[in-house]
């Protein structure tokens, strides 16, 4: 009796064997480098055109986020600030107005410097959400989480660098456990704030106020447990109805 397969099917078994093995390695190159820090990004610490310093902004002088960042607390995207945010305290006659690293600036702004271009600074936006998901900063700045939550002590970086992975592990876990990630909105740009930093009267007189409850009653409630930064992010999760989203289309949409 004749074969009743073709004889180019001798080498089927050898050629599937082949492709899974290739398949295979690609999958686990993909996977491999996905889980690496190259590709969260984390570390990553680009030259910009101005040497900006937050360790002296931030931390000496103790500047609020929000003054360069203003859009944060009513905007899906934090803005980059512009020129003029740099010139209220760097043009003439103020701060290091003649300082070399400053020259960017003095020819973004300065109609009488003779490389004056009037072109924008061009920021290198280290922070960046991918096309494919959805960030917003306001939903998360008004609701307690911190600068410092994603953006690690920018306070203490002399040059600001990628610091959290910001995937999308890094998100469900904050997401599953918001818990220890909250703090009262007026300590949201405070990036050294501890939770042993809060007076308890004033907390829970705080909660108090915000949800209507008698103070003392909200207090026995917690009398045997340690003011620590779950249990004050357990209060302000419940006092302001936290409850973030962990399925896809909370960030896919």
């Not at 290739?22 to 190159?29: I, S, Y």
């Not at 491999?32 to 002088?61: E, L, M």
């Not at 690293?101 to 003095?106: D, G, H, Y």
């Amino acid at each position: 009796m004749g074969n009743p397969f073709p004889r180019w099917t001798n080498w089927l078994p050898v050629q599937i064997v082949i492709c899974l093995g290739a398949l295979g390695t690609v999958v686990t190159a993909w996977v491999w480098y996905t889980w690496t820090p190259k590709y969260t990004r984390v570390g990553y610490q680009p030259n910009q055109p101005i040497p900006f310093d937050h360790t002296i902004h931030a931390g000496q002088v103790g500047m609020d986020c929000r003054y360069c960042h203003s859009f944060v607390e009513n905007s899906a995207h934090s803005n980059v600030p512009n020129a003029q945010v740099c010139w209220n305290c760097h043009g003439p006659g103020k701060v290091k107005s003649d300082s070399p690293k400053l020259e960017p600036l003095r020819q973004a702004m300065d109609t009488s410097n003779s490389n004056y271009t009037g072109a924008p600074i061009r920021w290198v936006q280290i922070h960046e959400t991918p096309d494919y998901a959805y960030f917003n900063h306001s939903a998360h700045v008004n609701r307690g989480v911190s600068c410092v939550e994603c953006h690690g002590k920018v306070n203490e970086m002399p040059v600001v660098y990628h610091a959290k992975p910001l995937s999308m592990g890094f998100c469900l876990d904050c997401h599953r456990n918001v818990e220890s990630h909250l703090r009262p909105l007026d300590e949201i740009t405070n990036l050294d704030w501890e939770a042993h930093d809060l007076d308890k009267d004033q907390f829970y007189a705080y909660l108090a106020e915000k949800t209507g409850k008698p103070a003392d009653d909200l207090k026995e409630a917690d009398k045997n447990k340690e003011l620590n930064a779950r249990l004050v992010g357990a209060r302000l999760k419940e006092m302001m109805n936290v409850n973030p989203p962990q399925d896809c289309a909370a960030c896919h949409r």
